[in-house]
Structure formats: structure tokens, C-alpha cells
């Protein structure tokens, strides 16, 4: 079965600095893999996504995450963080022609001033 | 074009009644999925809809059931609440053939 662990439930980041939020999935095969944000009260947005192709994925808001299969990771960066982008952050992983996205815990990021 | 919208935004109910939260479809999609989301969780996968007939379905016992109708809207109804029900259910919608969802704003329901 599928699943996904993002291993950091808070990340505290100065505005300006650069993100790396972790993502690790288990499936045996190459999945869709897929990074949400969600503001307070609010839905989820999707940031970007990964099907196939080149590993390195741009998404909105100036996003990138890396698939590395070897890893079985999915590693989602930002050369410089905003105040905006406090929020929680959720990697997900889908099967190929499935019908559901399982979703991480995900993690809560925090913008210093 | 647009988004998914869900209503009503927030409910408050009693344990043991019943419940309907509605959702409409991003134009142009024919599939919708359900999912709960408890405080500090992600979001659990209830069940997806294509072409008004449940086309998959997580973990969530039979009181939870839905319906898809002819203009892809949805609604989700669940049955005898329990306190664990309180959570925000999220509809999410996707083009027949993507494998990409997209999210409605929720509703929150609280049972006390």
C-alpha cells in the first residue's frame, strides 16, 4: 500500500531564506506525486506535480520539489521564503488510473520577520 | 472558469443525526472525490464518484455514502454522527483522464 511521511510537523524559517520540506513515499512503482498547500480554515492548492519526465518540477508561487527515485523522496524548495507562505504544506502520492490521493501529515511552516 | 465550491462552509450537529454537505464540480470535470480531514491530520480519501457511480473507496464505514448527479455535483451524506466525525470534508474534482484533483474550500462540521 501506499503512504507518505513527512517527517518535519514544524519547520521555523526567516523571511527571505531558502525551504527544503521533506517528503518520503513508499510504492512499489513510480506514483503521481503531488505537493498541496493549505492556508488556515482554507482548502488545498495545489503547488505542483510530478507524472513522469524531468525530476525537477516547477510549480506556483515560484515552488520546485525533486523526485529522486533512488531516495523515494520528493523534496519540495524555495530559494527564498515570503511572510505569504506560511502555511501547512502537504506531500501526497497517487497511483497511476487510481481513484484516491493519500496525503502526508503534512508539515506547518512558520515565517520569521 | 470555476472552482470547486462546497457549501455550507461551516455545521454544527448532534450525535446521531444525520448530515448532507454539498459540493459543485470544477467545470469540465467528471469525477469528484470526498475526504476528511481531522485536526492536524492530512486528509483521508472517503470515496470518489465518475459518471454518478462510486468508482472507489477508502476506509469509512457504510453511514458515509454519496451521490453524483447528472450536472457533476456531488453531495455527501453521513448517517448516525459521532463526535469523530467533527473534521473538514473536503471535495476535490478532476478531469476524466487526469490524475490531478482539485480542492473545494471544505466544510467544517462539528458534532457535539
Known amino acids: 500500500a501506499q503512504s507518505v511521511t513527512q517527517p518535519d510537523i514544524h519547520i521555523t524559517v526567516s523571511e527571505g531564506a531558502s525551504l527544503e520540506l521533506r517528503c518520503n513515499y513508499s510504492?512499489?512503482?513510480?506514483?503521481?506525486l503531488f505537493w498541496y498547500v493549505q492556508s488556515p480554515g482554507q482548502g488545498l492548492q495545489l503547488l505542483l506535480k510530478y507524472f513522469s519526465g524531468d525530476t525537477l518540477v516547477q510549480g506556483i508561487k515560484g515552488f520546485e520539489a525533486e523526485f529522486k527515485r533512488s531516495q523515494s523522496s520528493f523534496n519540495l524548495r524555495k530559494p527564498s521564503v515570503h511572510w505569504s507562505d506560511a502555511a501547512e504544506y502537504f506531500c501526497?502520492?497517487?497511483?497511476?488510473?487510481?481513484?484516491?490521493?493519500?496525503f502526508g501529515k503534512g508539515t506547518r511552516l512558520h515565517i520569521l520577520p | 472558469e470555476t472552482g470547486v465550491t462546497q457549501s455550507p462552509t461551516h455545521l454544527i450537529k448532534t450525535r446521531g443525526q444525520q448530515v448532507t454537505l454539498r459540493c459543485s464540480s470544477q467545470s469540465g470535470h467528471n469525477t469528484v472525490s470526498w475526504y476528511q480531514q481531522a485536526l492536524g491530520q492530512g486528509p483521508q480519501f472517503i470515496f470518489q464518484?465518475?459518471?454518478?457511480?462510486?468508482?472507489g473507496r477508502g476506509n469509512f464505514p457504510p453511514r458515509f455514502s454519496g451521490l453524483q448527479f447528472p450536472n457533476y455535483s456531488s453531495e455527501l451524506n453521513v448517517n448516525a454522527l459521532e463526535l469523530d466525525d467533527s473534521a473538514l470534508y473536503l471535495c476535490?474534482?478532476?478531469?476524466?483522464?487526469?490524475?490531478?484533483?482539485?480542492f473545494g474550500p471544505g466544510t467544517r462540521l462539528t458534532v457535539l
Open positions: 476535490a474534482s478532476g478531469p476524466s483522464g487526469s490524475d490531478t484533483q482539485y
Open positions: 510504492y512499489g512503482a513510480t506514483p503521481y
Open positions: 501526497a502520492v497517487g497511483v497511476p488510473g487510481g481513484d484516491k490521493i493519500i
Open positions: 464518484y465518475y459518471r454518478e457511480e462510486e468508482n
